[in-house]
């Protein structure tokens, strides 16, 4: 009776002090599971924020818009290095950022090239290769010639490169939506021209104010200024409707022609981090989206804003790549 008695006792305690079904005692197990959820911290370093273009461009102008904000803000203590990591149509800055697979501080902002250059050239790399933070907006072309050039419509510059002329077009990146977007129009009006790549906005601008190329595509922010001074006309605009900055441009599509091709702004991280990771920033991105600041970038720089995040933003990427893939066949980019 007495060993029986001592049994129970033992196997009680033993009940008691485990909590029962093998658990810890004394809320054990969710102290456990509370610093399993506390031990995520972030950031903690420094972040390498990869621009894929020179200095001056949309990509650059909105990555380093992004930075102020996140800086300003405090929603990113810890320093970021912006780096401009340019070469092959975004083919350098995007391959040294899926170098990185797993790092939670290597991040980067997309544009056309984003999709095209993978779909052109073997990058060993394309979107799906990258975690999908934020598009945050979509950017428009416009058509520009040298403010001093015979061409006051876009009639006289089909009508003159239909007369025999090959006219030159210059754009950023080998086969960008730069490149694409003349091809529909060139395919449409029925004229051929040669296009000329820039690596930088600055480049392809000196190129049409030194009159080396009779054309230009470009990102509305990034010429504005040479518009306004007259050193360049806006001849059309690849948007749906025209623009408040660029009110008296004719849209494509009012000229008669169905050549309409948005660029994707958003934000990557490097692949295979985790989904906390994703997650911290997604939510850091929407603090951004709120801001007067970011708000002013979007009206400056005459963008759409079309925000979508994680995998919405993945689905749009998969949408545009498949749109892209069917304009590049068309104009014989690829087969």
Known sequence: MMLAALTAFSLSACGGAGGG??????????????QSKTEFKYPEKPLDWTIAFGPGGGNDIMSRTIIDILKKNKLYTPPIVAENRQGGSGATGWGYLNSHKGDPYQISST??????TPLLSNTGFDYKSFTPVALMATDDMVFIVNG???????????????SGKKMSIGGLGAVNVDYIIPRMLAKEAGFDFEYV??????????GLLSKSIDAMMANPSEVLGQIKAEKMKPLAFSGNSRIQSLSDVPTFKEL??????????????????????????????????????????????SLTEDIRFGDDFAQYLEETTNTFKTLLKETGAIK
Do not use: C
């Open 21 to 34: 079904n093998g658990q810890p005692a004394n809320g054990a197990s969710e102290n456990t599971q509370t």
């Open 111 to 116: 544009s056309g090239s984003f999709i095209t």
């Open 148 to 162: 001093d050039s015979p061409y006051n419509t876009l009639d006289d510059f089909i009508q003159t490169a239909k």
């Open 197 to 206: 790549p820039f690596q930088s906005a600055g480049e392809s601008t000196s």
């Open 256 to 301: 008669g022609y169905n050549v309409n091709l948005p660029m994707p702004r958003g934000i990557v991280l490097a692949g295979g981090v985790s989904d906390d990771v994703q997650n911290w920033w997604i939510e850091t991105m929407k603090k951004v989206a709120e801001t007067p600041e970011w708000k002013k970038y979007i009206s400056d720089n």
